[in-house]
């Protein structure tokens, strides 16, 4: 029997203004800092044109179908993640636990990192950019040491900005200006999720829309930039052979699964919110096609940066080397110019050898600087703050691209604590009395002091580590076990009639198909390549150190043994939340169906006068 | 008398060629960059330019020391390349065929530094002086960090944002607790609520009966 509830149309519960803030804000939540940083680094280092070949069909066969389950399930169940999964069953409760548990964790950390995003641009301001130039030494002869060794745009992100520790476990101090910015941040979100979908949902038309924008302004503006071309060729020049190596196939997988912020539990509210009578199906596919676009679009204006940079950073090596050789030679000014170098390096070679080889020139190769890749905080405060101070108009730069950053991570952070506050509201544990305003600045408050501890010497390292553990395996087995748990637990007969019931069509065979069989099994085999690589070699870090040898390239460390205790219970938190919940019901039945005088409880609630 | 003459002007020739040459004892390389610096208004470096280079050195050593009497000839320039590179030393009249030591020399530069630049139109960078460091000067600081302030007025602005939604959503709730509750009076006097064409007294609004048709309530949830 699977009569279609009685659903009021007036339960109480909020709901968007409109269609296009509910879809807004699922590409506010899935559009995020991955789509800038970590895509066109895999597109750089995975061949180019030809990583658009696993990316698009990982999307078909996983992004697009998880995406339409959540979707689909948030708004026939008008519930949060663990309502609904509860209703879903209670063995599987679990899940829901799961995700508002990842929710939590993510929330913690992602709002650190746009801490940092905050503190960059309120140091845009300066003139000239506070990394651009070295600090001067304490007698004013030189420049800092450890500025001067590596480059003034490291020295401000590790030290101004970090104040790093050389070992995760000295925990150092707390960086007072971090704590400002950490808190500054937090108040936004207040602001914003302060009566949860109300305000957000306000917010969300500029935090959403900004991004686009600017990444048009740097589109245009670095398209004009000398070695702009560059970049893009080699961004874009598909190398087919690397489409033979499994790890391109996985990291496709895991980037359309981690860029769509599945499994998160925010989607599911998000829809929620949602009247049933929606077409639940066009939005999911609308939504992983706009995130996917947004990707690629995000990535063009970073090649040019790029390609501008390395460009710049080819030149500058030339020009010093052509100096080196002018003041060896006395040779008159501009003799030697770009162009012309290699024919008189030749020459000199062959006539001066010992000299030339005293001088120890570096060898300029275009495709080395190219070759550099980076993703991740790396790209951001380290090759785009340096691409950035050669542009002219440098602030204006700065502050637009810290900006535009800021509002790509502030739409996901709306997306994580709307999936830790819906279930919240739900769960009963506070009382409907309660002003949202309250809720809202209780959960702050209290990430906010938890998250002080990223602010410490060392914080930067556990990011890092709950970006790898938390942000990563238990979002694949939380989605895996929704899949599971719609499809042969739920039934997919008759969630095939509830999303049949609310579209208003019937369900296209390639649902049934990737939902049964494709996606199931995608997500076993990504899960299982996934951990399998993380065990392959034992978790190592790389530390900023000054007293390094090789300062100042990072140095490689292991983890200690408590810190991988930690690593391991991040991961595993989540997960093993599932079965807990399982055997946690399994329990209560078996001493319930022992007890004779066991009533069955009020299985109907009415919320309202039955028509 | 013109042997004589050709004697004295050969051994001071010769003299200087041994006091002026490369990495001799208190001379200094200098190198000149000027297309670097000046790009297109670049001017050329002839006699004239080396004529006041020895000016700009020998009145650097007049306001170094007072009691030097410092000329031109005494500074002697020599292996001029086309880089433009060459080098330098300052000769002491007073004690014969001599050299100024070299850390007066360095001394002397280093505090006119900025007035030898400026008369080339160079600067450190262009105008080299090869074993005389230059002092860095300091960027400049304002009294209070530039992001302290930007940070103060975003602060503001979020703290402002905070204050107005929560005291607005405060006067939404009053305002809605007071239409209640007028409703309610108007309620009682006036006319009787409808609720799906049946009147509210009708309805028994208390949460759910177990309707003992549907007593299999394990279909209620999923089998397993």
């Given amino acids: ?611 | 008398m013109l042997r004589a003459l050709l004697l004295t002007l050969s051994v001071v020739a010769i003299a200087h060629a041994e006091l002026c040459k490369p990495d001799a004892q208190n001379a200094f390389k200098v190198r000149i960059s000027i297309k670097t610096a000046l790009g297109d208004n670049a001017y050329a470096w002839d006699a004239n330019e080396e004529y006041l280079f020895k000016a700009m050195v020998a009145f650097a050593m007049r306001r170094y020391s007072s009691k030097r009497t410092t000329q031109i000839s005494n500074v002697l320039l020599c292996n001029v390349t086309d880089r433009v590179s060459f080098w330098f030393v300052v000769t002491d009249s007073s004690k014969n065929v001599t050299t100024v030591p070299g850390n007066e020399v360095e001394a002397a530069i280093r505090m006119n530094r900025n007035r030898i630049n400026n008369a080339f139109l160079l600067s450190d960078k262009t105008l080299q002086f090869l074993k005389i460091t230059s002092t860095l000067s300091p960027p400049v600081e304002p009294s209070t960090p530039v992001w302290l302030i930007v940070f103060g007025v975003v602060l503001c602005l979020i703290v402002a944002g905070i204050v107005f939604l929560i005291v607005s959503g405060i006067q939404k709730h009053k305002k809605k607790n007071k239409d209640s509750t007028e409703r309610e009076n108007l309620e009682e006097k006036v006319e009787v609520t409808l609720e799906n064409g049946i009147p509210c007294e009708a309805l028994d609004l208390k949460p759910g009966h177990i309707n003992g048709v549907f007593a299999a309530d394990d279909e209620r949830f999923t089998s397993l």
């Fill in chain 1, 1 to 611: 029997l699977s009569a279609a509830p009685e659903m009021p149309t007036e339960d109480g519960r909020p709901k968007w203004d409109n269609k296009f803030q509910y879809i807004l804000s699922c590409i506010g939540f899935a559009v995020g800092l991955g789509n800038v940083w970590r895509f066109p680094y895999l597109c750089q280092i995975h061949g180019g044109g030809a990583f658009l070949i696993p990316y698009f069909i990982a999307l078909l066969f996983e992004g697009i179908p998880l995406l339409h389950l959540e979707l689909a399930l948030g708004q026939y169940l008008r519930k949060g993640s663990i309502g609904a999964w509860n209703t879903i069953s209670p063995y599987l409760g679990g899940v829901g636990v799961g995700s508002w548990m990842v929710s939590i964790l993510v929330s913690l950390y992602y709002n650190t990192v746009l801490t940092w995003v905050m503190w960059y641009f309120i140091n845009s301001f300066q003139e000239p950019l506070p990394w651009s130039v070295c600090p001067l030494n304490e007698n004013r002869t030189g420049f800092n040491e450890e500025c001067y060794e590596s480059t003034a745009v490291n020295y401000f992100w590790y030290r101004k900005t970090l104040n790093i520790t050389p070992d995760i476990a000295e925990s150092g101090k707390l960086q007072w200006w971090l704590i400002l910015c950490l808190a500054a941040c937090w108040l936004i979100v207040y602001l914003c999720t302060i009566r949860g979908i109300e305000t957000t949902g306000k917010a969300i038309y500029v935090t959403a829309i900004f991004p686009y924008l600017v990444l048009t302004i740097f589109l245009i503006q670095g398209l004009t930039l000398p070695g702009a071309t560059e970049g893009l060729i080699y961004l874009f020049t598909p190398n087919l052979n690397t489409l033979k190596n499994p790890r391109v196939w996985l990291d496709a997988a895991t980037q359309i699964f981690f860029s769509l912020s599945l499994a998160f539990g925010g989607l599911i509210a998000f829809a929620s919110y949602n009247p049933t009578k929606n077409d639940c199906e066009k939005d999911a596919v609308t939504v992983a096609i706009v995130n996917s676009m947004t990707s690629l679009y995000a990535s063009i204006p970073v090649f040019s940066v790029l390609g501008f940079k390395a460009t710049t950073a080819y030149w500058d090596c030339l020009d010093r080397n052509i100096i080196n050789i002018i003041n060896e030679f006395d040779l008159p000014e501009e003799s030697i110019m770009r162009q012309n170098y290699t024919s008189w390096i030749s020459f000199l070679n062959s006539s001066y050898p010992e000299k030339i080889a005293g001088l120890k020139l570096k060898s300029c190769d275009l495709q080395e600087f190219l070759d550099q890749s980076v993703s991740g905080t790396g790209l951001a405060f380290i090759v785009f703050t340096q691409a950035i101070i050669l542009m002219p108009g440098s602030q204006a730069w700065a502050i637009l691209f810290f900006i535009m950053l800021f509002s790509l991570g502030l739409s996901s952070m709306f997306g994580n604590i709307e999936g830790v506050f819906t279930p919240l509201l739900e769960l009963q544990i506070i009382p409907k009395s309660a002003p949202k305003e309250l809720i809202s600045g209780i959960i702050c408050l209290i990430s906010f002091l938890i998250a002080l501890s990223f602010t410490l010497g060392s914080g930067s390292y556990w990011i890092d580590i709950f970006d790898r553990y938390a942000g990563s395996v238990p979002l694949l087995v939380i989605a895996f076990f929704e899949v599971i748990g719609v499809v042969y637990i739920y039934k997919i007969k008759r969630f095939s009639k509830d999303v049949e019931w609310m579209t208003g069509r019937k369900l296209n065979l390639y649902w049934q198909i990737t939902w049964k069989f494709i996606s199931p099994l995608l997500l076993l085999i990504v899960f299982m390549a996934f951990v399998t690589l993380q065990m392959q070699k034992t978790p190592s870090y790389t530390a900023w150190n000054p007293k390094y040898e090789g300062f100042p390239m990072k140095e490689e460390k292991v983890y200690p043994p408590w810190v991988q205790a930690v690593c391991v219970l991040l991961a595993a938190l989540p997960c093993v939340c599932v079965p807990l919940v399982a055997l946690f019901h399994l329990v209560k039945r078996k001493r319930r169906s022992k007890d004779p005088s066991f009533v069955p409880p009020e299985v109907f609630s009415c919320q309202g006068a039955n028509s």
